[in-house]
């Protein structure tokens, strides 16, 4: 519609708040703002952000896309709110969850105290059906129809409404699974129904029920919330042209999808919101210069964190949610409930605990006043002084004298008054978060002092500086809008979906031609779901709109249980390119483990898994260029207030207006940078430069002594 401004719009929905930022596509300008999330109906705040951000833009406004980020799928998991399961398996394989692998979390010092989470579906809820495939999805027992109806009959007569289906060697012929599933819904239809040759074509009978059922597990939830914001947006105003607007969904996988196809395979969504996190903290930092990164993503529940390399976040297909082993490819990070809204107790040993319990966004910390009894991380903040007595700007009130409070109750019990109280929630808060990047650095072999920490998040660089105490990294950057980068992220991504085929063969015995054949066939799958979402050929003069395919494989030497994901180049693959892949497998090999055994690579190699990742290329946008200032850091001065840094209360601490400065200017430690939903408390010893771009980037004044650089 001619004069209209068309925007493309990223929700980010947390446990306490809703990020919201809106991209003008004629302009380039960006807004950026936040509305409290509604855990009984979080389609609710999907819809109070659009409504936020279109009535900040004014009159003329058309929504040209959205783009969301979602934690139902995890939160469903997480909470244990899956409701009953059934299974259908093979015959013989009724124990498959009870048999599962025999890894022991933390390692065998602990198996003797271990003892195995129950089930996704306990063994009474589970069938078998006869039939057999062999690997090659030979046939070599028919379905055996009636045992298939007798089960979903079972199902239905029990009330058991959403049932997943696993059976032997279906990720070489889907034929048995689907043909269960038709009876199923011929039996049962009021079933819920996932089958593991959609969800996951690939070997590891284990992983991959596990990862159907978690599937069907968060299916009837997340179908739900899609369709009750697709219903909202029918009675909301059309966008462009009359038309609704397209409606995408973050995928675990760095890549977004249409709302009708996400209820499909549910589980792509389970990393939703933490991989829009990396991926636009890893744009935003690569943009400032830096490509080597830790994203510490920090919320109000939790607290995410990624390695960035080459300014790309590590995907794996070896995750996890909660209990639950999930193989879909998805951004490579590590959870830690440390966030805002995390609650400090006592433990029965007498020790002081904070987290992983969280106050949510209800009733949420004590200093929100909405009845919240139990002190948090905000709430320690709060009564340092170290953020504002309010949030958002002034949009959300904080009653201080509540929060200190509590935090004095909560010393009694310790034997300290309130603010050692507090010191001691938000030390032990930046160690759990500490712990969690030594997860993603020291325990892969990677060294911290060689990356950039890069905090964001509402509470991101809320302890910045005890994590560059802790930690030593080369440096720390807080970027441009700091507690919205994550609904950034969601406009930063193509459209992305992956396809995989087991198909296991020593290399001295691969058979080209039929591999390139399976690269053909899940080619064209991912073409044609592209072609659905409307991206074709190669695109505008720029890429965008176009299609781009990305081959790749999983190999190993012979006798390993895991693999090693190299890329294939493009074009047929003959017995030269296939040695050309072994031997990038040998060279990635030497640089994960240190070793290869490259000196007879025919005969020691296998391939594993064919895999294609189809991507519609999007318009990035550009993180907003910083307004030009004057009159320098005393013009961006607002005030001063007394704040608490390690130990000491600090009279008359400068608090400064975070878009008030310029790049180049500087503000020394003790001083509080604050802006609309994120602030920066600088403790003495540490300095904050406005970088180029608006970020700003943190250093401590004098550098670690070498041997504590070591530690």
């Not at 993180?623 to 013009?635: F, I, M, V, W």
Request: aromatic share 6%.
């Amino acid at each position: 519609m001619a004069g209209q401004r068309r925007v493309r719009i990223g929700i980010d929905t947390g446990g306490t708040f809703t990020d919201i930022v809106a991209l003008d596509e004629d302009t380039g300008a960006l807004l950026a703002t936040k509305t409290p999330s509604t855990p009984a109906d979080p389609s609710a705040a999907f819809m109070d952000g659009v409504a936020k951000a279109l009535d900040l833009l004014g009159p003329g406004t058309a929504v040209s896309a959205l783009s969301h980020g979602t934690t139902v799928a995890t939160n469903l998991l997480l909470e244990g709110r899956t409701g009953r399961l059934g299974f259908i398996t093979a015959e013989g394989y009724e124990f498959i969850l009870e048999i599962a692998r025999q890894a022991v979390p933390d390692g065998y010092g602990n198996s003797y105290f271990w003892v195995k989470p129950e089930r996704i579906v306990p063994a009474d809820l589970v069938r078998t059906v006869g039939g057999r495939l062999d690997h090659t999805g030979a046939e070599i027992r028919p379905l055996d129809e009636e045992q298939a109806a007798a089960a979903a009959r079972w199902f239905r007569d029990r009330g058991i409404d959403t049932i997943g289906i696993c059976l032997l060697h279906s990720y070489a012929d889907p034929a048995h699974e689907r043909r269960l599933r038709e009876i199923l819904r011929a039996e049962h239809p009021g079933a819920t129904v996932s089958i593991s040759s959609d969800v996951l074509r690939e070997y590891r009978e284990y992983e991959r029920s596990a990862t159907t059922l978690v599937d069907a597990a968060v299916k009837p939830g997340v179908t739900r919330y899609i369709g009750d914001i697709a219903a909202r947006l029918e009675k909301a105003e059309a966008g462009p042209g009359g038309q609704r607007p397209p409606f995408l969904v973050m995928k675990s996988n760095g890549g977004v999808v249409s709302a009708e196809e996400v209820v499909h395979q549910p589980i792509s969504t389970v990393m939703s919101g933490p991989a829009a996190g990396a991926l636009g903290a890893a744009l935003l930092a690569g943009r400032a210069g830096y490509d080597r990164v830790l994203t510490l993503d920090g919320g109000g529940t939790s607290t995410d964190v990624s390695v960035v390399l080459d300014g790309e976040p590590g995907l794996t297909t070896e995750g996890s949610i909660g209990r639950y082993p999930s193989k879909i490819p998805m951004v490579d990070v590590v959870t830690v409930g440390a966030g805002g809204g995390s609650i400090a107790r006592i433990s029965p040993e007498g020790q002081l605990k904070v987290g992983p319990a969280s106050a949510g966004a209800e009733p949420g910390p004590v200093c929100y006043g909405k009845g919240g009894g139990e002190p948090t991380v905000t709430d320690a903040h709060a009564a340092l002084g170290r953020i504002p007595p309010h949030l958002l700007g002034g949009e959300v009130p904080l009653d201080v004298a509540a929060a200190e409070d509590a935090l004095a109750a909560l010393g009694a019990r310790l034997g300290m008054g309130a603010a050692e109280a507090a010191e001691g929630i938000l030390r032990i808060s930046a160690w759990n978060q500490a712990n969690a990047l030594r997860q993603i650095t020291v325990q892969r072999g990677l060294d911290v002092r060689d990356f950039h920490l890069v905090a964001f998040g509402g509470s991101g660089s809320l302890l910045l500086c005890p994590l560059l105490d802790i930690l030593r990294p080369a440096g720390a950057f807080v970027p441009p809008d700091p507690a919205n980068v994550s609904a950034f992220g969601l406009l930063s991504v193509d459209v992305r979906n992956d396809y995989v085929r087991t198909r296991v063969a020593r290399h001295a015995d691969l058979d080209p031609a039929a591999a390139e054949a399976v690269f053909a066939e899940l080619s064209a799958e991912a073409a044609a779901a592209l072609r659905d979402d409307g991206f074709a050929g190669e695109g505008g003069p720029d890429g965008i709109g176009g299609v781009r395919l990305e081959r790749s494989a999983d190999l190993r030497y012979f006798g390993q249980a895991y693999e090693v994901r190299v890329p294939v180049p493009g074009g047929v693959l003959d017995a030269a390119a296939a040695d050309a892949v072994a031997a990038a497998f040998h060279t990635a090999h030497r640089e994960l483990y240190g070793y290869d055994l490259r000196e007879d690579p025919r005969q020691r190699v296998e391939w594993v898994n064919l895999r294609v990742t189809g991507i519609g290329r999007i318009r990035r946008p550009a993180p907003r260029a910083p307004a030009a200032a004057e009159g320098g850091a005393p013009a961006a001065r607002t005030g001063v207030r007394d704040v608490r840094f390690d130990g000491a209360v600090h009279r008359g601490t400068p608090v400064y207006r975070r878009d008030a400065l310029a790049p180049g200017q500087t503000v020394a430690g003790p001083a509080v940078i604050e802006e609309y939903a994120a602030t920066l408390p600088l403790h003495p010893g540490f300095t904050a430069r406005v970088h180029p771009d608006g970020g700003i980037a943190v250093t401590a004044d004098t550098p670690p002594p070498a041997q504590e650089a070591q530690r």
